[in-house]
């Protein structure tokens, strides 16, 4: 079993909106593991970015606030450490990716610079020239051809796929335990998304990291994680490592997910029968009904779902697989 | 009349790039490059490619919304790019668009009714007041949506329902041909699917013709007839959607369908990854623009470039050396 690096309990963020308090993360507990991919899947609004940010501290706050929960990363509550402290573990020890790699580098400084900027944060014995040297290498290491030449270029002078090698070169730089990816090749095309994908998994055979792959895609999840949480209205509704999540999924929702994929098994070539869909659309996070989140868009619900008997919680269907369902498929 | 609707022969839009201090024209991008092909009558076509390659340029240019600089677009036999204003006013009532971004490209301040009753308006259909409220009702059942959505605004309907008002403006004036630009993108997985069903439906209702621009390839094999794969402007390979994922000809388009992650943990992908990126069409490489990524390049795919061979009826692909199958 490999070593657990990161452990999330219980974890509760609110927002307060004009229109009241909301809960956008509702008890969601999480393992992640050395060398091994989580993968949080969820449409939008879900909560699989507000977790991530959690762990980052990087809720807003006010509007945010962390109501509960503890996260603990080799044997330090990532909620209660010193302000100080928490900024040497970020980039440092915890890595982040976004989503989109334009916004995320600042426009008017060179690659070189942004990335030596991390190492001098967090690696502050090295000297100038050695940051630069490391700036080169870690261009290098994700890939980028003639490194020494794009290390003195701007973002604007790269492609998407570029840039989004520059922020992982930035966010593996100092080494991490740990990198949350959010998104990372959302807004690339497929042919680069599989460039990426197969860099990080090849990097995190070198250097041992646990990642956390946050993404709505059940192909990438398919691709690339070992376990996966699926996530609906703040919950966590399933949770099992990926092939036992993809063979036999326990959850309504998980099902339905996977079967609203077109597939390309097809072999007519004419008009295809219809999409298997999810009926109706997530309930809005200020009016969640009582009972089950998923009750209004489920085949399978009943009396028990619509509040008689509480929330479902997530409980274990066998070993290793947990869903928060009252009448799990099989 | 033809069984084709549309026939788009050597279509090709250069956008001139301005510089220095007189603005001279210094270079263009061709972002579409004689591009030819016909649509069948109740077919879709689907259209894919990688940012940049010119599928959302050749879509609007279809309709002149981007006027082309060259080539032919014939639309029920009518060269359509030698229409005069209002000629084309009249013909863009039998072809409509809809387009990416559902936030966008609906009027806040409009509402519902107002937005599906403008196009009738210009083209001065359904006048009558009656038959016009009786019209929009037909619409937003159409479209499943219910009947009080009339009085509402944009803001007051999620991503899917906005796609749906969309749908229906574009149905408002009774088209033959739609152009989908990237009409499921902005939407989450299972709401998606919901709007694949109801552009299908629609289809075999009224009897239109798509041609259905998207990134997402998955869907666009599940909802096309036929399969048009773009590179840096130019149709590089068209096929039935069938044939397309196993019996590829052009290594570009084996090698983007491989580039789909596949949501079955269970079979290792046998997948081809493109070295570098797309090259700038400002740019393009000299031959075939895919050369330089292509594993099968041979001196002659740099010099030249290749013509369409063309298989069957239904796959043309441009290419020297292409997979065999």
Known sequence: ?330 | MSEYILEVNNLTKRFPINGGIFGREVGAVSAVNNVSFKIKKGETLGLVGESGCGKTTLGRSLLRLIEPTSGEVKFNGTDITSLDKDGMREMRRKMQIIFQDPYASLNPRMTVGGILAEPMEIHKLFMDKQERHKRLLQLLDQVQLPSDALNKYPHEFSGGQRQRICIARALAVEPEFIVCDEPVSALDVSVQAQVVNLMMDLQKDLGLTYLFIAHDLKVVEYISNRVAVMYLGNMVEVAKSSELYGAARHPYTKALFSAIPNPNPNVNPDRIILEGDIPSPMNPPSGCHFHPRCWNATDECRSAYPPVTELSADHAYRCFNPNQV
């Not at chain 1, 809005?284 to 779902?305: E, H, Y």
């Open chain 1, 1 to 330: 079993m490999a070593e657990k690096i990161l452990e999330i309990k219980d974890l509760c963020v609110e927002f307060n909106t004009d229109r009241g308090r909301i809960r956008a993360v509702n008890g969601v507990n999480l393992e992640v593991f050395k060398g091994k991919t989580l993968g949080v899947v969820g449409e939008s609004g879900s909560g699989k970015s507000v977790t991530a940010l959690s762990i980052m501290r990087l809720i807003p706050t006010p509007p945010g606030r962390i109501a509960n929960g503890t996260i603990d990363y080799r044997g330090e509550n990532l909620l209660e450490i010193p302000f100080d402290e928490m900024r040497r573990i970020r980039g440092n020890k915890i890595a982040m990716i976004f989503q989109e790699p334009m916004t995320s580098l600042n426009p008017v400084f060179t690659v070189g610079n942004q990335i030596e900027e991390v190492i001098e944060l967090h690696q502050s014995e090295l000297s100038k020239e050695q940051r630069k040297e490391k700036a080169v290498e870690m261009l290098k290491l994700v890939g980028i051809p003639s490194p020494e030449q794009r290390v003195t270029e701007y973002p604007h002078q790269l492609s998407g796929g570029m840039r989004q090698r520059v922020m992982i070169a930035m966010s593996l730089a100092c080494e991490p335990d740990i990198l949350i990816a959010d998104e990372p090749t959302t807004a690339l095309d497929v042919t680069i998304q599989a460039q990426i994908l197969e860099l990080m998994n090849k990097l995190q055979k070198e250097l041992g990291m646990g990642i956390i792959m946050i993404t709505h895609d059940l192909g990438v999840v398919a691709e690339t994680c070992d376990d996966v949480a699926v996530m609906y209205c703040g919950q966590i509704v399933e949770r099992a490592d990926v092939k036992t999540l993809f063979n036999h999924p326990q959850h309504p929702y998980t099902k339905g997910l996977m079967e609203s994929i077109p597939s390309f098994d097809s072999t007519s070539g004419q008009t295809k029968g219809r999409l298997p869909t999810i009926e109706g659309m997530v309930p809005s996070l200020f009016d969640l009904p009582d009972g089950c989140n998923f009750q209004d868009r489920c085949k399978n619900v009943t009396d028990k779902c619509r509040g008689s008997e509480g929330e479902p919680k997530l409980r274990e269907i066998s070993p290793g697989h947990d869903a928060a369902c009252f009448h799990p498929l099989s």
